[in-house]
């Protein structure tokens, strides 16, 4: 906090931005690391300025605060009055107690568990998010935005959007006392800032910010059939989208190797890179993205402008490092997570020889150190700077290699990993009993290897000779080629008497005997041998031919069908022979 006295003095640099325009190029960065609007004491004026009053006419900005503490008090009465007051409640174990009231407090008191949780490691460096004042502060304002938002519910990450805006409020609140009256203009220096109005206000500001933020805490698709959530798609218009319109050599490579956006856009974004610079630097940031733009577009473009830089930044960090001869510098920048990350930088931009140089530089430092004194991961980054180094061709590099594998060796006999590395990179030393102990002989490697079962999982099964033997061989290249033959075309053929003016018989395609037209050659015989022929399961003729009488008829009475020849009886009376 500060006294009115330096609270008026910032005050009347302010006045001196007429138009909203001017407040905005005001707190841009002069060639340094702060705006002079933030320099004067004036930055939770210019936040409420952009993201509240839009406007630059002081007159109004009490009336619009007056309004928005108002809606918070009561907004704090509606939420926290019930856990502030669970002793007026009935006794949960009461039979007449109201279950779904005890039901809501449980949920409230698991929600504000879980905010608290967030809270107390939040910023840890920084004293002043150590103070109970300051975390039972950000607790209710998360907790009561969570309460208005229940589609989207606390999300980690918001507490570190909110943290910065109440220090920054606080830092510029004045307190002059219960006893304290201030008139005229220091009265509406008092009301913007006002030390009992601190909660208020960074809730009024956050609430502002998590209005165009809203998106990037959203856990499902944003859209029914988008699939995706607000943060993945936006993460994917910046890879997919801009990326490849300004730089498209570093898009296509970052394609090629199968690098999520996610992985490092999600933080930037969702944290306003909260977590990428210094936290002066991440105020002076905000400072030009709350004048810029409040519905946060701009920080797309400012993700794209990193993206290609990370490698400039980190260089120059490391370069700064390498100036300062101090011992915990040193291990600052060979700290073996800050080596992955450049390492797997140029791995990306493809530049190996400054990754191959700067893990030299690492397991040169970490070498000097014992074992005992060196910081967890170390061994990990030693055995992966031999590993990288072995495959250099400088022989320096390969020497190095040689004395990283052989050390490790020395310090544990037991560990596999630095026996082959030691083994590969001094081939002559695999003479020595305690190396090759450790590991284990070929023989035994691949007498456990199924080729058949390795196979069957999935490896491309070769052409099989039976389908190769159904093909026809190329002739060979000193046999002269044969000219193939023309096909022969056969012409269509027509029946002699085939008059086109006729209409075909549709029977044509039937046996003869099939045809309706068909009538066998003889005078009576003939006619009972085609009835018997073609009656068969046909119901009985008006000739008179019984169920009984029908020869052949399988299940009749007893006719014996004989091969060749049609049994006849009387026709129309009694057969001949025996029942």
């Avoid at 879980?114 to 809270?119: K, L, T, Y």
């Avoid at 990993?417 to 002559?428: D, N, R």
């Amino acid at each position: 906090m500060r006294s009115l006295q330096d609270a008026s003095a910032s005050w009347q640099d302010l006045k001196q931005y007429k138009t909203l325009k001017d407040l905005q190029e005001a707190v841009r960065l002069d060639g340094g690391h702060t705006s002079p609007a933030a320099s004067s004491g004036l930055r939770s004026a210019c936040w409420k300025t952009f993201l509240l009053f839009d406007s630059v006419d002081t007159v109004i900005w009490p009336k619009t605060l007056a309004s928005s503490r108002s809606a918070y008090n009561s907004l704090r009465m509606h939420f926290l009055s019930q856990l502030d007051n669970q002793d007026e409640l009935s006794d949960p174990m009461d039979d007449e107690a109201d279950s779904a009231t005890w039901t809501a407090i449980h949920k409230d008191e698991e929600l504000r568990a879980e905010i608290q949780q967030d809270v107390d490691r939040c910023m840890p460096e920084n004293l002043y998010f150590r103070q109970p004042d300051t975390q039972r502060t950000l607790l209710d304002i998360l907790f009561i935005w969570a309460k208005l938002n229940p589609d989207i519910n606390y999300r980690q990450g918001m507490h570190e959007l909110l943290a910065p805006i109440l220090w920054v409020v606080e830092r510029d609140a004045i307190d002059l006392g219960p006893s304290s009256r201030a008139l005229g203009e220091d009265a509406t220096v008092r009301v913007v800032f006002d030390a009992e109005s601190i909660e208020h206000d960074a809730f009024a500001l956050f609430s502002q910010v998590m209005r165009s933020a809203k998106g990037f805490y959203e856990p499902g698709p944003s859209l029914p059939h988008a699939g995706e959530n607000a943060i993945v798609h936006r993460s994917r218009r910046i890879f997919e989208e801009m990326l490849p319109k300004v730089d498209p050599e570093l898009a296509q490579h970052l394609r090629t190797n199968d690098i999520v956006p996610q992985i490092f856009l999600m933080r930037w974004i969702r944290l306003l890179f909260g977590r990428e610079f210094g936290f002066d630097d991440v105020l002076s940031m905000w400072d030009v993205i709350f004048a810029e733009d409040p519905t946060l577009e701009i920080v797309d473009h400012i993700c794209l402008s990193m993206i290609p830089s990370a490698i400039n930044l980190l260089e120059t960090f490391f370069g700064r490092l390498e100036k300062l001869s101090n011992a915990a510098k040193a291990e600052i920048r060979f700290a073996p997570g800050l080596v992955s990350v450049m390492v797997s930088l140029y791995h990306n931009a493809g530049r190996r020889a400054p990754a191959l140089r700067i893990l030299a530089n690492a397991a040169q430092h970490w070498r000097r150190r014992k074992a005992a004194e060196r910081p967890s991961g170390v061994v990990h980054l030693l055995k992966a700077a031999g590993s990288a180094l072995l495959d250099s061709p400088e022989p320096e590099h390969q020497h190095l290699a040689t004395d990283i594998f052989s050390a490790l060796h020395k310090e544990d006999e037991r560990d596999r990993y630095a026996a082959a590395g030691f083994l590969a990179a001094s081939p002559s030393s695999a003479t020595q009993t305690s190396l090759t102990a450790s590991l284990q002989p070929i023989d035994r490697l691949l007498s456990t290897l199924d080729t058949d079962a390795l196979e069957s999982a999935g490896i491309a099964q070769p052409t099989s000779t039976a389908a190769a033997s159904t093909r026809k061989r190329p002739a060979s290249d000193d046999q002269p080629s044969k000219p193939s033959k023309p096909k022969r075309i056969r012409t269509s053929r027509l029946p002699k008497d085939y008059d086109p003016s006729k209409t075909p018989d549709p029977e044509r395609w039937l046996p003869l005997r099939d045809r309706s037209t068909y009538r066998p050659k003889g005078g009576k015989k003939g006619k009972v041998a085609r009835q018997a022929l073609l009656s068969q399961g046909s119901a009985p003729t008006a000739g008179g031919d019984s169920e009984g009488s029908r020869p052949g008829t399988p299940g009749g009475a007893g006719g014996e069908v004989v091969k060749g020849k049609v049994p006849l009886g009387k026709v129309g009376g009694k057969r001949k022979g025996k029942r």
